[in-house]
């Protein structure tokens, strides 16, 4: 799967998730601060959703560190290697 | 390090009609506090040499929680520990692989005592408080 791809289905699952006044669209540099919605709870949902769709699992270190999208598409594609 | 059960927190819509049915349990409501930081209105209820409830009731604008809400319903959704030293407990759960929601703040609720919460997917969601 490749970054494109893997953003597409991000913005899926974001916007089901976060349901945010405005449609989210994701690129590599957005973050929480960008998103009003994406707080430290909806982060915790954000990622059981994502693990789910994509049949992966992280780890706390690797949920903790994520500084933007990028970063978590980072780790995904380590992961769907 | 880690001291006792201090409350179980519950998720609820309406603060009084579940304080109400606790009541009947014997249990005592304090004053209703709103947590701005946290974006909750929080009552505890008290009852003599038992844990403590704390009812939960999100603003209206914090759709996470209401989220939580809306998938769980009136639940009990976390427990609180107390501990010595909350930034012991934050290092060491997180190196146990526990993922923190964020870093130990002050807490309305608590007079000021720091709390954090952590979750992981085989217990859900954890809070400790500062005994000072």
Redesign the interface.
């Given at each position: 799967m490749e970054r494109k791809e893997i953003l597409e289905k991000l913005d899926v699952i974001f916007n089901d998730?976060?349901?945010p006044e405005k449609e989210v669209h994701l690129n590599e540099r957005s973050c929480a601060d960008d998103i009003e919605?994406w707080?430290?709870?909806?982060?915790?949902?954000l990622?059981?959703a994502i693990e789910k769709a994509f049949k992966i699992k992280f780890?706390?270190?690797e949920?903790?560190k994520w500084r933007n999208v990028g970063e978590m598409v980072d780790t995904m594609l380590e992961k769907l290697k | 390090m880690l001291g006792h059960l201090d409350h179980i927190g519950y998720i609820v819509e309406d603060i009084d009609a579940t304080a109400y049915k606790f009541q009947l349990l014997g249990y005592v409501k304090e004053e209703t506090i709103d947590d701005t930081i946290q974006k909750c209105h929080i009552c505890f209820l008290r009852r003599e040499n038992d844990i403590s409830i704390e009812l939960v009731k999100p603003f209206d604008d914090n759709?996470?929680?209401k989220?939580?809400q809306k998938k769980v319903g009136v639940a009990p959704y976390h427990i609180c520990y107390v501990c010595n030293d909350i930034d012991v407990i934050y290092r060491k759960m997180?190196d146990e692989?526990?993922?923190?929601?964020?870093k130990p703040v002050s807490a309305i609720a608590f007079e000021g005592r720091k709390i954090c919460?952590f979750?992981?997917?085989e217990i859900g969601f954890i809070e400790f408080v500062n005994k000072k």
């Open positions: 998730v976060l349901d919605e707080d430290s709870l909806s982060h915790i949902q990622v059981v780890t706390s270190r949920i903790m | 759709k996470s929680m989220r939580l997180t692989g526990w993922t923190a929601l964020f919460y979750w992981c997917e």
